[in-house]
């Protein structure tokens, strides 16, 4: 199979061979075909290896069931791996599909492994193509595509991919329905107090709201705006989902009625540009944060919250956040836990209790300490984990502080059924044994102070059944599905 090699403007012949930017660039573009390929080759050994682990821990496993004993190899190896490359257990999940999917593109895959082409033109590729199963369209496909990925970049790829898809495969209703049934909103960390807000939603869904935004954001615009469009967009999405019915309803009612008015509309938090710049210029707070009910836990430096440092606040799931937010977040939660932190060490003074419903002092201060699960790599939210026995109540383990980390039910019964222990070395630090004899270590994600006291569970209670277990029959089951009380 012959492949043609690409050319890039760095290949390009000059009237000057000697020139040495000329130089510089051709031994740039080589480097980067050898970084292709040695990716190339890692993505060709890693399936093999995963494949070739799971059938060898599955056969270590004493279950009885072949089944099971095949799902906890997969899965055993899975965590494995992930923990060896540090990688999340779903990014390493997603790659192992995708080289998989790679192997019907033959042409495509052998520019990747001759470092032709990039591991971005592949991905583009493959996420045009994702759910097309037919052999004789990936085939027609990577005919058409593989010898154009080498003279273009990765977007036109993308978008060359996806008028030959559109010509050749047509979209079927069952194809569209589960494509919609991956729809999904997501939230993720960026700098300087923002988030990326995320959602992969249906086409029209999508388009609407965006004609919407900028519907709405048209409407504010004119000389004395200071804003720009796109952060009218961003105010307007704001306002429009995070503005209460009350509020606007309140609004409605205050307004005389007029024939000829036109239908109320969500003014990015503020009535007018000079509303909202009188607003922000006081606290500077955006008058959406207001709107905000949360139940939040907050971390809050001691010296910060008695006015003489600036240290910023932490809040569970995102991060540090300027005191001002804090404090209005506060100021508007229901329900909250806050947590005091020595202006030194960082160490955790005291957990408050200023909350409607109260749980158990152990449970909470274990959610604290991990914030999330422990299990080597996995980010999961400790508020959606169970709270673990490192050490099995039947086996002699306590129920204390140093006997207890949040993990989430897949880490949880992969603990339980595929062979990993869990060691704590103190400080809340938990070093990982697992099947193969690997080591892993994880870290709290804050120090708790004082311990607590010999013998007890940590919420002066001593052991005899878990923290936050009800005085019910034994056995009976929480929300998450585990008994209430050991072995766990």
Known sequence: MSVQVPHFPGDLLTD???DPVAVELAGLAEQAQAVTAAAARFDTRLPAAYLWGAAELAARCADRDARRRREWG???????????LHLAEGTLARRLTRITMLAALPRLHAAHTAGLVSGAHVDAVLDVFHGVTDPDVLARADAA????????????LRAAARRWRARHVPTTAEQTARAVADRFVDVTPADADLCWLTALLPAAAAMGIANRLDDLAATLTGPDEPRTR??????????????TDARSEADDDARPAEADEPPATHGAACASAEECNAEESG????SWVHAIAPQVVLTV?????????????ELDGFGPIDLETARTLCANAPTFTRVLTHPETGTVLSVGRDRYTVP???RRAVAIRDRTCRFPGCRRRAASCDVDHSTAWTDGGTTGLDNLATLCRKHHRLKHEAGWRVVHEGGGTLRWHSPTGRRYRTRPATALWPPPPAGTDGDGRRPGRASGA?????????PSGYPAVPPF
């Open 360 to 362: 158990a002092d152990l």
């Open 301 to 313: 430096p001691v010296l910060s919250l008695l006015g003489h440092s600036d240290e910023p606040a």
């Open 145 to 156: 595509l593989a010898d154009r990925a080498a003279r273009l970049t990765a977007p036109q």
């Open 230 to 243: 796109p952060q009218l967009r961003a105010d307007v999405l704001c306002d429009l989902l995070l503005t």
């Open 74 to 84: 997969a899965r055993g190896m899975l965590a494995e791996l992930a923990a060896t």
């Open 283 to 286: 606290a500077g707070i955006p």
């Open 470 to 478: 009800s005085s019910g029959a034994a056995g009976a089951a929480t």
């Open 16 to 18: 000057d061979s000697c």
